[in-house]
């Protein structure tokens, strides 16, 4: 999902997840299943990094491997 | 005791007469609710008590290191209406950045986060805040009302200063611009208040024209889309590149009547994501070309001269050698003089491009140096280079932008990479780092010993140094 921002491949998203990445791929994740990602400003600071999204998303039921 | 420093040259009272003024009832700013004029002339009130309580003047120096929230819009505007300087410092630079700009313009007063609430993705924060005051700071010795830091701190003339007959001067141009919403509309605006665009072009041409302005709850879409359908006026989106992309990626918007335009600054987007958010929200989308020394200097906010922009009125602006400059009567550079950044009343942006000798519009061509747009932001690929290359362990360092920005370093224990980043991260703001990492055996340089940028060729080595 976070490589559809600046037209990347997958292999080119850097691990870090900067805020504007982090606004695009909660838009993803909104679009893609259809309901708004309420999370709380705690939550969206683990969001920093791929691997900390992957966490986030898994713990609130969200396909694996949505991130990338 | 702090010493009185010079006389500024504006009247301090332009605050009241320019921005504050108007009916007491009139909303002016909504953040997490509506303020009217009445209540922000109080609390402006209330924090230039503060700030003179702790020995602010007129002619001295204040520096604001405080994210976009109410305590900046109010903490400015005291230290302004107390005809004091104030110093802009970016929230997100590290405390080592911060002590650098304190070291280098010495302030008299920080005004800084004491606690705040809020996190990612919030377009402002509610910030307390805290005024330090710094003995050994100076008062003003220049007249200007506003100053800046552009992105690199290796250079000289790099802290640009605005008179409050700048920032007027300013406002008035926005008066002039057509396509630029007029007062009882609203600013719904995505950029940042503490950067050039979001302060003069959203916050104060607001407060001076009579149009509120409106910050989203968060940076998300869904949020800001809300932020526009909450007010039946006329309403215009204020941001950068990237809001284009992520709106135009919105499948199905609600219908907003009342969006009548969207503005932004910085470089275009591809025609593409330009097309698909005409499509989708079939309004006007346009682009403005400003500077942190200037502000607004053309614009082009009806799409239709894409990619050109027609100057801004009284703006003089002539091509030379390839390069954009613009007639400016005094240097906007504090401290040292830099002749390759304005001479003989001409302001060289740094920036290529084109005017069209029969039309006057102008081409915007890219940047002639290092400097590139994170965001919106402007980062200095030479600062963070400079800045990594002098950690101890890094033998050499090349910093390029391509998608992101990356990092090609020689190291002299390559297990060492953690340690330097982690130095890195120390000494510059995030924004600013690399997001991805190549430590190499050697950098590529050219017949004469430069080091090579180009990233065809950093790539190329950096596989033939991995290849077994």
Redo the contacts between chains.
Sequence with gaps: MLAT??E?QPQ?V?E?V???E???L???I??RYGK??DAD??V??R??TVTGVTEVLAELGYGAGAAA | MVPAGINIPTDPEWVDEVLLAGPADQVCLVLDGPVDRATLRRLVAERQAVLTGAGLRAGGSVALCLPPSPAFITNLLAAWRTGARAVLLDHRLTAFEVDQALDRLAPQFLVSVASSSGGALRAFQDVREAVTVRPDGQPSDTPHALIQLSSGSTGPSKSIGRTASDLIAELDRYLKIDGVPRGGERIVSLASMVHVLGLVGGLLYGLHAGVQLVLPERMTAEAILAAVAAGPEPTTLLGVPFHIELLAAVADPPRLPQLTGMTTGGELVRAQVHDAFVDRYGIRLGNMYGMTELGVIATDLFGVNRPAVTPAPGMTIREQDGEIHIAMENSPYVGLVDPARWSDGWLHTKDAGSVDATTGLVRVKGRRDSQVSIGGLKVDLSEVEHTLAGLPGVTGAVVVFGKAIEAYVMLEEPADLDRVQGQLTERVAAYKRPRAWHVVDRLPRTATGKLVRDQSVLATERKEQTRP
Excluded: N, V
Aim: glycine fraction near 4%; charged fraction near 25%.
């Design positions: 921002y600046g990347r080119e850097p870090t900067d805020s504007l982090l606004a695009w909660i838009h993803q909104e679009q708004t990602f400003d705690d969206l600071a969001m920093t």
